[in-house]
T-cell receptor, first 112, second 115 residues
Framework: QKEVEQDPGPLSVPEGAIVSLNCTYS??????FMWYRQYSRKGPELLMY????GNKEDGRFTAQVDKSSKYISLFIRDSQPSDSATYLC????????????FGSGTRLQVQP | SQTIHQWPATLVQPVGSPLSLECTVE??????LYWYRQAAGRGLQLLFY??????ISSEVPQNLSASRPQDRQFILSSKKLLLSDSGFYLC??????????????FGAGTRLSVL
């Protein structure tokens, strides 16, 4: 079993839709949770990060962490064609090496 | 503000040839530095990380090596490339505080094709 599971998609939605992207994980010691956006043939760009459980909002993006279920989500409101990209979740521990463990990414396509 | 530079953007190399990819960070001192490889349609695999000059930790046994000759310079090398070394190589940095250690910022990547 992978430490972090992420549906690869592709997920295709019409412009203006609400998008829900999710990851599940197996190691309850993860404390930091990140979402990266990666356009084709580019490096990942940090969108949001959260520490422990809870919600965090930034513009059209909302990140949620449910540690009891080992489940994290990224919601995108009013999705735009420019949101079309691969979204990677990543997580790390609070102590020690702090290397990130990544999901394999979900490819999102927003149709105009 | 901090920026990370990685080059070249694309590289095509024959099997058995050497490799040198370079990454530099501007606007911060004493960063943690990382090399990742991303296979097509897959997540990122950590190859090396460094917490200071000359300090390199390897995550997986492989045909590659890394060096950090200066505080903000990180180099990925190979003496003889294999076909299996093809992939998208990403350099990343993070800060040193308790929170900043967990937040990594990536360069634009190098797409390596070994033929």
């Amino acid at each position: 079993q992978k430490e972090v599971e992420q549906d690869p998609g592709p997920l295709s939605v019409p412009e203006g839709a609400i998008v829900s992207l999710n990851c599940t994980y197996s190691n309850s010691a993860f404390q930091y949770f990140m979402w990266y956006r990666q356009y084709s043939r580019k490096g990942p760009e940090l969108l949001m990060y959260t520490y422990s459980s809870g919600n965090k909002e930034d513009g059209r993006f909302t990140a949620q962490v449910d540690k009891s279920s080992k489940y994290i989500s990224l919601f995108i409101r009013d999705s735009q064609p420019s949101d079309s990209a691969t979204y990677l979740c990543a997580m790390s521990f609070d102590t020690g090496r702090r290397a990130l463990t990544f999901g394999s990414g979900t490819r999102l396509q927003v149709q105009p | 503000s901090q920026t990370i530079h990685q080059w070249p953007a694309t590289l095509v190399q024959p099997v058995g040839s050497p490799l040198s990819l370079e990454c530099t960070v501007e606007g911060t001192s004493n960063p943690n530095l990382y090399w990742y490889r991303q296979a097509a349609g897959r997540g990122l695999q950590l190859l090396f990380y460094s917490v200071g000059i000359g300090q390199i930790s390897s995550e997986v046994p492989q045909n590659l090596s890394a060096s950090r000759p200066q505080d903000r310079q990180f180099i990925l090398s190979s003496k003889k490339l294999l076909l299996s070394d093809s992939g998208f190589y990403l350099c990343a940095w993070s800060g040193r505080t308790s929170l900043a250690k967990n937040i990594q910022y990536f360069g634009a990547g190098t797409r390596l094709s070994v033929l």
